[in-house]
């Protein structure tokens, strides 16, 4: 089992930047990949990032360039998400993701979400 608890949410203005953070607990060791995925009201859960044990990156086309994801430190169980020249239409909840090998497997954990929003 792994858990995951996020923080770094809030308000910011466009144009702002906000960094969000994401640590993982309990069979760390199973983790491929740690990601953001964020869902704004009436549309469905998007992938935001995803940064990968050994140490590969994928971004949305919407935030490449603006947002970056990275290991906090090198026991890679807490990823950040920087996130820079927001814009409105960056307001969703911010879900943290975990990919994990269980043996034969594969299993996704979820934390429980962080608001962000991006008004003036």
């Known amino acids: 089992q792994v858990q995951l608890v996020e923080s770094g949410g809030g308000l910011v203005r466009p144009g702002g930047s906000l960094t969000l953070s994401c640590t993982a607990s309990?069979?760390?060791?199973?983790?491929?990949?740690l990601g953001w995925y964020r869902q704004a009201p009436g549309k469905k859960r998007e992938i935001v990032a995803v940064l990968t044990s050994g140490g590969s990156t994928y971004y949305s086309d919407s935030v490449k360039g603006r947002f970056t994801i990275s290991y906090r430190d090198n026991a890679k169980t807490t990823v950040l998400l920087q996130m820079s020249n927001m814009n409105p239409e960056d307001t969703a909840v911010y879900y943290c993701?975990?990919?994990?090998?269980?043996?034969?497997?594969?299993?996704?954990?979820w934390g429980q979400g962080t608001q962000v929003t991006v008004s003036s």
């Open positions: 309990g069979t760390v060791s199973t983790i491929n990949a």
């Open positions: 993701n975990a990919d994990s090998q269980e043996g034969l497997t594969l299993r996704d954990y």
